[in-house]
């Protein structure tokens, strides 16, 4: 196909395109949230705080970002102004509280505290700094994934030491009898 006959096709499929258009405009929606596609159905039935936290990803990704944008410290008192928009996120106020603590409790999350880091409200504009005592409370909290191991070392310890008890060891008069 040379140059010519392909202007031709795109002036024909302009002209196609131009009188399928509708006469009226589509009427604005008030959510922007799309509904479930196929990709939707494969994931199955997830945890209400992880969909919480995908829709506020969509909606506000300037205080929620995808990963591996790291984490931004948010605004102290977020969730009262993510209950403003419930109805938008089309989630319950419980759930959103349990996205809200599951965004913030992990060390992606810690990690973004640094003394003298910008907060963040929902649309992303600057409302605060994280203060010496913040930043201090984040490096000496341990991960998650770091209590798991310590727990699990507690655990191992306590049933080894349940499940086969020391023996004491013999007195010393006796072991020197043994040997003479």
């Known amino acids: 196909m040379g140059f010519e006959q392909l202007a031709e096709l795109r002036d024909r499929l302009r002209a196609q395109a131009e009188n399928a258009k509708p006469a009226e405009p589509e009427p604005v929606r008030q959510s922007t949230l799309k ?22 990803q969509k909606i506000f990704p300037r205080a929620f970002p995808r990963s591996p ?11 009262q102004d993510a209950a403003q928009h419930l109805e938008q996120l089309g989630v319950s106020s419980e759930q959103l509280k349990q996205a809200i603590a599951t965004w913030c409790r992990g060390a992606r999350y810690w990690s973004s505290l640094v003394e003298n880091a910008v907060r963040v409200d929902l649309n992303g504009e600057p409302t605060g700094m994280v203060t010496p ?7 000496t909290r341990p991960s998650r994934r770091q209590q798991g191991h310590q727990q699990a070392k507690r655990s191992r310890s306590d049933s080894s030491a349940a499940e086969s008890p020391v023996e004491e060891a013999p007195p010393m008069k006796a072991l020197s009898e043994k040997l003479s």
Do not use: H, S
């Not at 944008?69 to 008192?77: R, S, W």
């Not at 005592?133 to 490096?139: F, G, K, P, S």
């Open 35 to 56: 509904t479930p596609g196929p990709r939707a159905e494969k994931r199955g039935a997830a945890d209400p705080a992880i969909e919480a936290i995908w829709r506020l």
């Open 69 to 79: 944008a790291p984490k931004v410290p948010l605004k102290v008192g977020i969730y």
């Open 133 to 139: 005592e913040q930043a201090q409370r984040a490096n």
